[in-house]
């Protein structure tokens, strides 16, 4: 397993809705006041990359990436 730092990113004109990043990794995704999913983290630790590739696995809808973590950049957030 790698140690170099991973971020979700969640493209917000593909989810929809169907909350299984939720169900299977809520310590990363959680919902917003609108319930679209967003990541918890700008940055995942090592020991988080099991949930997180659960959570791009179980999305229906492929909206869920994986991506690794640039110093400064913010994880995508969900605008709807």
Aim: aromatic fraction near 4%; include cysteine.
């Amino acid at each position: 397993m790698s140690t170099a730092a991973y971020r979700l990113t969640i493209d917000t004109g593909t989810c929809r809705g169907h909350r299984q990043c939720v169900f299977v990794a809520p310590e990363l995704v959680e919902l917003d006041d609108q319930g679209w999913p967003r990541p918890v983290h700008q940055a995942l630790a090592p020991a988080q990359r099991g949930a997180a590739d659960d959570a791009v696995l179980f999305c229906p809808e492929g909206a869920i990436s994986l991506r690794p973590a640039e110093a400064g950049h913010h994880a995508t957030e969900v605008t709807r």
